[in-house]
């Protein structure tokens, strides 16, 4: 499977600062990219995908994306203490989905 | 939003068993599903990807014979770990893209199923 990496933390941020979250892959045919949220125990949910270079924003969370850096990030502004997960970075690569081994993030109240 | 159902949540087998796991989309028609296999503290990883209609894909070491998957309809894909040992033991998520939606679309993923072989 093409590599997509990510800093498996754990990051600590208090609550209402602003949690900043990497990955990085090889493939540089990926075409599309997706944030996911994985609690203990469940399945993923996802926040957000990104598909050309620059920031997305959505609420709270904005994505950006560097295609030539092959890097691609998650801020959370204003943390919650529900915001306390693993965070999971997919990239998609000819249709198949690749995730990296995800951040773990904790909010502190 | 697209819905994704996966069967049973969670199962406990005996070792030498076979062990069927379904996944459904509810809401919407899957030409394809993926198959996801997550031990503790580690990341998704890939199995397989089932095409309706045709033989799955597989990929690279994962055994074909050992995790049989079957997408004979649209909104339905199984998977079944023939013969399971311990080492199976595992989180199982499958997940579907909607056949309507952008080549780049998300997946939509069922609840998991845990696996425990004893």
């Known amino acids: 499977q093409k590599e997509v990496e990510q800093n498996s933390g754990p990051l600590s941020v208090p609550e209402g600062a602003i949690a900043s979250l990497n990955c990085t892959y090889s493939?540089?045919?990926?075409?599309?990219f997706f944030w996911y949220r994985q609690y203990s125990g469940k399945s993923p949910e996802l926040i957000m995908f990104?598909?050309?270079?620059g920031d997305k924003e959505d609420g709270r969370f904005t994505a950006q994306l560097n295609k030539a850096s092959q890097y691609v990030s998650l801020l959370i502004r204003d943390s919650q203490p529900s915001d306390s997960a693993t965070y999971l970075c997919?990239?998609?690569?000819?249709?198949?989905?690749?995730f990296g081994t995800g951040t773990s993030l904790t909010v502190i109240p | 939003g697209a819905v994704v159902s996966q069967h049973p949540s969670w199962v406990i087998c005996k070792s030498g068993t076979s062990v069927k796991i379904e996944c459904r989309s509810l809401?919407?028609?899957?030409?394809?599903m993926f198959w996801y296999r997550q031990f503790p503290k580690q990341s998704l990883m890939l199995m397989a990807t089932?095409?309706?209609?045709?033989?799955?894909?597989?990929e690279q070491g994962v055994e074909k014979d050992k995790f049989l998957i079957n997408h004979a309809s649209l909104t339905l894909s199984t998977l079944t770990v023939t013969s399971a040992h311990p080492e199976d033991s595992s989180f199982y998520i499958c997940?579907?893209?909607?056949?309507?939606?952008?080549?780049?679309?998300?997946?939509?993923f069922g609840n998991g199923t845990r696996l425990t072989v004893t």
């Open positions: 997940s579907a893209r909607d056949r309507v939606g952008a080549s780049n679309s998300p997946l939509h």
């Open positions: 493939d540089r045919g990926s075409q599309s």
């Open positions: 990104i598909y050309s270079n």
């Open positions: 997919a990239v998609n690569q000819m249709s198949k989905f690749y």
């Open positions: 809401d919407f028609q899957a030409t394809t």
């Open positions: 089932s095409n309706e209609g045709s033989k799955a894909t597989y």
